[in-house]
């Protein structure tokens, strides 16, 4: 029997799940941090690590935002929080390369991706706006 996540750990696991599906990434600690008014980013390592241990979520690699929200017990991850369609990862990596970049042009470039995004049905695009 699968071990369901407390109440913090769904909120975690909300706020984790949400930031990738509005950004095409996965947050930071210091954004977990900030957002869930923990104390110290350590906290926050504390209850990811907790997660991934019971399998709530992965760590795609040990670089940063590369947090994953998946179902426990399953082979393949089933992410809630990455999209599947490889057209939608391509345009979603594209627009975090852009926002790497300080740069007024990239603001209409990411736009068009982002409209590109909302006519491919990612539920998420419209709600994205550029910073």
């Not at 706020?15 to 599906?21: E, M, R, S, T």
């Not at 008014?37 to 690590?49: I, P, Q």
């Not at 241990?53 to 947090?67: E, M, P």
Request: no cysteine; charged share 25%; glycine share 8%.
């Amino acid at each position: 029997m699968e071990q369901r996540p407390t109440k913090k750990q769904r909120e975690l696991l909300s706020f984790i799940d949400g930031f990738i599906k509005g950004y095409g990434y996965g947050p930071s600690y210091r954004e977990i941090m900030r957002a869930l008014d923990y104390k110290s980013v350590s906290t926050v390592a504390t209850h990811v690590n907790g997660l991934v241990a019971r399998g709530w979520l992965v760590k795609k690699d040990n670089s940063a935002r590369t947090l994953e929200v998946v179902m426990p017990g399953s082979e393949q991850s089933h992410s809630v929080g990455v999209v599947a369609n490889p057209a939608e990862q391509t345009i979603l990596k594209k627009i975090e390369e852009l926002r790497g970049i300080d740069n007024d042009a990239n603001a209409a470039q990411i736009q068009t991706l982002l409209d590109a995004l909302q006519i491919l049905g990612y539920e998420k695009a419209s709600d994205t706006h550029v910073v």
